[in-house]
């Protein structure tokens, strides 16, 4: 069974920093373009940042640079690191897989495999 498995949300204060974890299992996720979403309460699922197989990467104009992502393919692992964290940042954070390799889309529809999310939330 394919599973993405998210971990390393919860309570940070505002300018704080948290890394979230995608762990891949059931199959490798090497080949695959990879991305962070998030949705806050009331609101669409909006795009975080994406890195396709080669880790190339874009993050979204809300998060570019300070959050930061990453893949361990050896680990079947994606990452997410978030530096200066804001209250609008509070939100429920999703890792998804496309299953194409480079094909870049901002589109939660486009994507084939879930995780669960994990809750961040920033006080401010």
């Known amino acids: 069974q394919v599973q993405l498995v998210e971990s390393g949300g919860g309570l940070v204060q505002a300018g704080g920093s948290l890394r979230l974890s995608c762990a891949a299992t059931?199959?490798?996720?090497?080949?695959?373009?990879m991305a962070w979403f998030r949705q806050a309460p009331g609101k669409e699922r909006e795009f975080v940042a994406l890195?396709?197989?080669?880790?190339?990467?874009i993050h979204a104009d809300s998060v570019q640079g300070r959050f930061t992502i990453s893949r361990d393919n050896a680990k079947n692992t994606v990452y997410l690191q978030m530096n200066s964290l804001k209250a609008a940042d509070t939100a429920v954070y999703y890792c998804?897989?496309?299953?194409?390799?480079?094909?870049?889309?901002?589109?939660?529809?486009?994507?084939?495999?879930w995780g669960q999310g994990t809750q961040v939330t920033v006080s401010s």
């Open positions: 059931g199959r490798t996720f090497s080949g695959n373009l």
């Open positions: 890195i396709n197989r080669s880790g190339d990467t």
């Open positions: 998804a897989a496309r299953k194409t390799s480079y094909t870049i889309s901002y589109s939660p529809k486009q994507y084939a495999y």
